[in-house]
């Protein structure tokens, strides 16, 4: 097990910390811990999952002090028990079409592969939810294979294009909408991942494995044209 | 039916109440009014407010009675003013309720030694709730209204005016504070003792790069003895973050809902709302709690 312990975060807030490094296995704990105290109905403001730490938020440091003894009794319940496969598996259509793969070409120079190269070994690999931030609905997903592996562009984007698929580092990711952003685009999909009107916002959760699967520009259209709800993509799209 | 139309939006007008939460590990930031001690002042003499405020900065909104009549309250320390129907000026002041008639303008010069002003409406303005919540986060384009409040915007309220009575509240102290007692943040193993010695004893400055977001600061460089670049974690807003130029950010509702910079502090939560109202060029000071 990773968990350290539990450390305040000034008045309010806890840090749940699982160390410092990062891995799968890892966010696999992390994201285990997150759903089992998210259904503890603690009377937080937020519970935020990332890499290797959970912040739990409170109003006040009274409520605080009220709840850290209920979360640490379940994270050592959690130990024992993982709770698995609560988590989705999701198969997502990406398109790698030209129009749309705007960094490619950087993958292609830094590491000496074909663009179809590229495309089969990013939609080789079952990619792990690591947590959902940056902006509404984006997911951190990976870890790309090694050949894939690019730095950050040197100068942000101004303007990603909503849908967009990027590497940096050893993840991959979604641009729920139009954003500004110093990630590689290499495709895109065919569908909104994030949704208002909806009480669960957010097609992807920490914890979900998503594999991508290539799509022609035509095929793309279609899905495209089909406007799914986020309830009708999840019903088609994950399992 | 009663309607009201904004005729001149002012500079950062948006609508907001106490935050949207739960959301915050989809991506979603809390937001919310940035002076919270304000609208809970306004529900003294709007209790009906619906949780639908607008916020205003430095300029306020022009706001003029299309159809019917309204109750309002504003909150803050602003000068204003209503141009009645029959062109006459009458005098208003914050936290009294105000009964607006078909025609008349609710003007909202500018706020006076502060920032941040906010108007409650009874019954609110006929909005729907964006997740649970009437903010507006205009970065992410959440929100009843998901920008900014623009002129000719208008609202519809489709209840009456309760009881024309006239409600006042002694004018609350919210009194300007520039020394912060603030806590260690989760990084505060990054900066050596010297550091934390300079961020305690040396003045900050307010700059205008300040926004929603957060409020930017100048001074003395806080260098980390480890690492500018942390691994992005969940944040708070009061936090105090040190991007590698050394020069403090306190974050604010706006809040990125995760980060990557060492946080050397954290403000209390009602110093969040007192410190969004210093104007740019206010200096401040921090005492930092040594135990927690």
Known sequence: MYFKGINSYGDRGLVLDFGNETSKSISQEVNDVFLSISNLNLQSLNIVPSFNKIVVIFENSHIRDQNKDKINIKINETKSQSNKKASKTWKIPACYDEDFALDIKIIQKLHKVSKEEIINLHSSVNYYTYYIGFMPGFPYLGDVPSQLITPRLATPRVKIPARSIGIAKNHTCIYPKVSPGGWNIIGQIPFDIFDLQSSYPSLFLPGDEVKFYSVSLSEFQKIKKHNFSLNKLIKEYSS | ?292
């Open chain 2, 1 to 292: 039916m009663n309607s009201i139309i904004i005729t001149r939006a002012g500079t950062h007008s948006t609508i907001q109440d106490f935050g949207r939460f739960q959301y915050q590990h989809l991506g979603v930031s809390p937001s919310g009014a940035m002076d919270q001690r304000i609208i809970i002042e306004l529900q003294k003499i709007i209790p009906n407010h619906q949780n639908q405020f607008i916020e205003f900065a430095y300029v306020g909104p022009s706001i003029k009675v299309k159809e019917g009549s309204v109750k309002i309250c504003v909150g803050g320390n602003c000068n204003m003013s209503i141009q009645k129907n029959n062109n006459s000026q009458l005098e208003c002041q914050p936290y009294k309720s105000i009964n607006l008639f078909e025609g008349d303008e609710l003007i909202i010069h500018n706020t006076i030694d502060s920032v941040y002003g906010y108007i409650a409406f009874e019954h609110g303005l006929g909005l729907k709730p964006c997740l649970n919540s009437y903010s507006t986060d205009t970065k992410a384009g959440i929100g009843s209204i998901n920008r900014p409040l623009n002129n000719e915007d208008t609202f519809h309220i489709s209840k009456d005016v309760s009881s024309w009575d006239l409600i006042s509240i002694p004018k609350p102290n919210l009194e300007k504070v520039t020394n912060f007692k603030v806590y260690p943040g989760p990084q505060l193993q990054y900066f050596s003792d010297i550091t934390l010695q300079s961020f305690i004893s040396s003045v900050f400055t307010i700059t205008n790069q300040s926004d929603r977001m957060g409020i930017r600061l100048k001074g003395e460089s806080l260098i980390s003895s480890k690492s500018h670049d942390i691994l992005s974690e969940g944040i708070l807003p009061g936090s105090i973050q040190v991007p590698s130029d050394g020069q403090p950010i306190v974050l604010m509702r706006d809040i990125p809902c995760t980060g990557g910079y060492p946080k050397i502090a954290i403000l209390n939560e009602v110093d969040i709302s007192r410190i969004s109202q210093l104007s740019p060029e206010t200096k401040i000071t921090f005492d930092l709690q040594t135990i927690y």
